[in-house]
């Protein structure tokens, strides 16, 4: 499969535990986006990566959020401080320019 | 900043007959609008897309059209079949600083009785 992967699937933390997620883009894709999605909602938005540079962060991204792409290919998201309200789906999407968006399947967050 | 609403929540319909899904969007500067299918426990996947200098697009059964004075967009899938039955989601976006936001709907859950 040469998409958008995302790693690990799903994942299952304790409150308070710190969780990092990664993203490997479409190997050509310059733009990379992290989005979350909660049950019966559409993505939102989290932040977005023009090659290495994080270009802009949602309000939604509070400061137990973090995310990096250093060398401008793949990305982590980490949440630090786990809260039951971080549970979700988080996506990575890729794009090409200004092109349409290609998803990941997404790593499903659980925080007990 | 951007605000899409999207109706009906959710949507049952025969096998065969047509399904339309409505959104507005806020803010006039979008010129963006994809719309995704996601099936249960599946990734979004982009079925079509239309920009603001068009005000119609078709592709199969599958046809989006676009009032930008109105702020709205519609998504009309004709001959529905089970396989159609999944959320499907619309967006819209802008360019601004040579990158995109893209802000979703909320969904509507399609569901195409066999």
């Known amino acids: 499969d040469t998409g958008v992967s995302q790693d690990p699937r799903h994942k299952i933390t304790k409150r308070g535990q710190n969780v990092t997620f990664r993203c490997d883009p479409i190997?050509?894709?310059?733009?990379l986006y992290w989005y979350r999605q909660t049950l019966g909602q559409g993505p939102e938005f989290l932040t977005y990566f023009q090659n290495e540079a994080q270009l802009e962060k949602s309000r939604l991204l509070s400061d137990r959020f973090s995310a990096e792409r250093p060398k401008g290919s793949f990305s982590t998201l980490e949440i630090q401080r786990t809260e039951q309200g971080d549970s979700a789906m988080y996506l990575c999407?890729?794009?090409?320019?200004?092109?349409?968006?290609?998803f990941g399947s997404g790593t499903r967050l659980t925080v007990v | 900043g951007e605000n899409v609403e999207q109706h009906p929540s959710t949507l049952s319909v025969q096998e065969g007959d047509s399904a339309v899904i409505k959104c507005t969007y806020s803010?006039?500067?979008?010129?963006?609008f994809p719309w995704y299918k996601q099936e249960l426990g599946k990734r979004p996947q982009l079925i079509i897309d239309?920009?603001?200098?068009?005000g119609e697009k078709k592709d199969q059964r599958i046809a989006v059209t676009l009032n930008k004075t109105a702020k709205h967009f519609s998504l009309h899938i004709t001959e529905t079949q089970p396989e159609d039955s999944a959320v499907y989601f619309c967006a819209a976006s802008m360019g601004s600083g040579g990158y995109q936001k893209v802000t979703f709907g909320t969904g509507t859950k399609l569901q195409v009785i066999p």
């Open positions: 190997s050509e894709h310059n733009r």
């Open positions: 999407a890729s794009s090409l320019d200004r092109r349409r968006e290609t």
């Open positions: 239309i920009r603001s200098n068009v």
């Open positions: 803010d006039s500067a979008s010129n963006y």
